[in-house]
């Protein structure tokens, strides 16, 4: 069984940062892309942020050159710093695990990241 903490959510002011971080275990995770996805009050899960194995990284375009996603394959750890944040980035965020093989996906309970002054 896969399990994940997530930490790193939390309020922060329009044009702040903040950095989440997803710690997984109960497998080997190496052939397995690593990302977060997020949801609005109202709205669908979207990606945010993606990357395989191989080192190639996948942004929303709402979020690219403000967002950065990198992994520690040693400690099956996903990170993303978001700087620059603003109000519309408010939503839950949720760390996946995708096996690149059989697509099947393991889901994160979520962190919530508040934009507001």
């Known amino acids: 069984q896969v399990q994940f903490v997530e930490s790193g959510g939390g309020l922060v002011q329009p044009g702040g940062s903040l950095r989440l971080s997803c710690a997984a275990s109960g497998r080997s995770f190496s052939i397995y892309r690593m990302g977060w996805y997020r949801q609005a009050p109202g709205k669908q899960r979207e990606l945010v942020a993606t990357?395989?194995?191989?080192?190639?990284?996948n942004y929303a375009d709402s979020v690219r050159g403000r967002f950065t996603i990198s992994r520690d394959n040693a400690k099956n750890t996903v990170n993303l710093q978001m700087n620059s944040l603003k109000p519309e980035d408010t939503a839950v965020y949720y760390c996946n695990l995708r096996n690149e093989v059989t697509s099947i996906n393991y889901w994160g309970q979520g962190t919530q990241v508040t934009v507001s002054s």
């Open positions: 990357l395989t194995t191989g080192g190639r990284t």
